[in-house]
């Protein structure tokens, strides 16, 4: 906040307590995340027009690309989720209301990229609001060629003129304005000589028709795309169709300085919201009033979350993706909170696990040090060329040699060279790269301006042991451990950061978050001294 306004705001109420507030603020007790890089806006259209050339790049000059934008989902029959843009659509235009498609033709005469945006509608914006106007769609986008959506489908009869049959039919996708909707244009006239090169190439059975077309039925969102080539396949329209999936998971793999500074400013608001969860996260308070800390500073950013969030106290943080947050937090628990923000539709991912009472026990403390150590490990082997997961010099199998040789000190394994026994408490994948969605496209081989997790924990839950396969060798595994488990069970650490790929050592974006143990009781000691005389900022 201003410093004028906190002041005056401090005359008229009689208060010092917005003065002691500017006064925490300014000695750095609060985060408070910034507005956003510049680049966000000032590089847009230049960053979706690389992009899109990319693309055409991959596909040449006998490809179309055809990507639709998400359809809104409905639940309780009357009511739309929050919309929000399909991956790839979004990556190539910018564009975040439904109703779009996009068409890329790199071997027409000038034409090369469309937009397809629905009419204006007055009577559907009068229940739902504003749709963009071309004008809208060209400064958003970068994209000159802003088409009425009711023209896709005979603009592709006339690139296609085998599949004219279905792509008129009724109900195909993309054809209405709706209930309100002006006239729709006519067909232009140049359509023909324009495209002529690559009706040529469908004619003679050589052109091809890239979408987004994963394998049913794990992509639920595609069924509209799965339809539409399943017609295309049967007419014999000649086209190949290909899955555009694996080229965008090449493209987006490695980010633009544009993208890294918004994932940057994604952990920014991240970190300010958990400054707030440090300050508050006192013994009594539940943990969906945590989780409301993170939601109200994600809002208040321009932000939301990026996958739902997660508060676990107690022993609930040795469940991996724990998501009820009903409990209340107990003295002596260990809080571990994953959660953070999407913001623009890019998502970062960060964990912490802090005491309750502001101080790790004993038992607490050297399961969090491991954990921390063995991270420290990974990200150390976070290098171009460097693998995720692999071999000896890769970022699981360096947290790997941690973890067995601390475990195996602690009573917790048995042999200091089986991976297999570290899997019992360590049963997930180390990191995974973050992106449009919060699981992002990654490689084996890690490159520069990729972006990606490490995230190592350790999870004792209270009915681990008895859930192990009934065999000899686990039998005295059991035996063996116990003693040490009992002294552990019911805790759970996970430590995550988010880790930039540079070509020399790695850049943690959110290294400004507490997570060193020591750092963690001393934040926590400052910020709840600040909380009791000064306001949340």
Request: proline content about 7%.
């Amino acid at each position: 906040m201003d410093r004028r306004i906190l002041l005056v705001a401090a005359l008229c109420a009689g208060s010092l307590a917005p003065v002691r507030a500017l006064e925490a603020a300014d000695a750095g007790t609060w985060r408070v995340a910034p507005p956003p890089p510049a680049s966000w806006e000032s590089d847009r259209v230049t960053d979706l027009a690389n992009r899109r050339k990319a693309v055409m790049d991959q596909i040449g000059e006998k490809g179309i690309l055809l990507l639709y934008a998400a359809e809104p989902r409905n639940y309780a029959g009357d009511v739309d989720w929050p919309y929000r843009q399909e991956n790839d659509f979004f990556y190539l235009t910018g564009i975040t209301q439904p109703g779009g498609a996009l068409v890329l033709v790199p071997g027409a005469a000038r034409i090369h990229e469309i937009l397809f945006l629905p009419p204006s509608n007055p009577a559907q914006e009068s229940w739902t609001g504003h749709l963009l106007v071309p004008a809208e769609g060209r400064s958003i986008s970068g994209i000159q060629e802003v088409w009425d959506a009711r023209l896709l489908n005979p603009f592709l009869a006339g690139l296609v003129p085998r599949a004219r049959g279905i792509l008129t039919a009724p109900g195909t996708p993309a054809e209405g304005g709706g209930r309100g909707a002006p006239a729709a244009p006519p067909v232009p006239a140049e359509w023909a000589q324009e495209f002529q090169k690559v009706t040529d190439a469908a004619v003679k059975q050589e052109a091809q028709l890239y979408m987004i077309l994963p394998v049913l039925p794990a992509a639920v969102e595609y069924h509209r795309e799965q339809e539409f080539a399943a017609k295309l396949a049967a007419t014999g329209a000649g086209l190949a169709l290909k899955d555009a999936t694996p080229l965008f998971a090449a493209l987006r793999r490695v980010k633009s300085p544009r993208e890294i500074d918004i994932l940057q400013h994604a952990v920014e608001i991240t970190e300010e919201a958990f400054t707030r969860a440090y300050a508050v996260a006192v013994p009594g308070t539940w943990e969906y009033e945590i989780q409301a800390q993170f939601e109200f500073t994600f809002l208040r950013r321009n932000a939301h979350w990026g996958y739902p969030c997660i508060v676990a106290s107690g022993r609930n943080a040795t469940t991996l993706h724990y998501e009820t947050n009903k409990d209340r937090m107990a003295d002596g628990d260990l809080l571990l909170m994953d959660d953070a923000a999407e913001f623009d539709g890019y998502s970062v991912d960060v964990t912490r696990t802090i005491p309750v009472s502001g101080k790790y026990s004993k038992e607490q403390a050297e399961i969090y040090r491991l954990v921390w150590e063995a991270q420290q490990a990974g990200i150390r082997m976070a290098l171009p060329g460097r693998t995720s997961a692999g071999p000896a010099d890769s970022i699981t199998a360096a947290a790997n040699k941690v973890f067995r040789e601390g475990l195996f000190k602690l009573g917790l394994i048995t042999d200091a060279a089986s991976d297999r026994q570290v899997h019992i408490w360590f049963n997930h994948g180390i990191g995974h790269g973050i992106g449009l969605n919060v699981h992002d496209p990654g490689g084996r081989e890690l490159q520069p301006g990729m972006v990606i997790t490490v995230e190592p924990g350790l999870y004792f839950r209270p009915d681990a042991l008895d859930n192990l396969p009934k065999t000899e060798e686990n039998e005295k595994f059991i035996a063996a451990v116990r003693p040490a488990f009992e002294k552990y069970k019911g805790i759970g650490v996970r430590i995550e950061d988010d880790v930039l790929i540079t070509t020399g050592e790695p850049k943690v974006l959110s290294r400004a978050i507490p997570s060193r143990l020591e750092d963690v009781e001393a934040a926590i000691a400052q910020l709840r001294k600040a909380v009791k005389t000064s306001p949340l900022p």
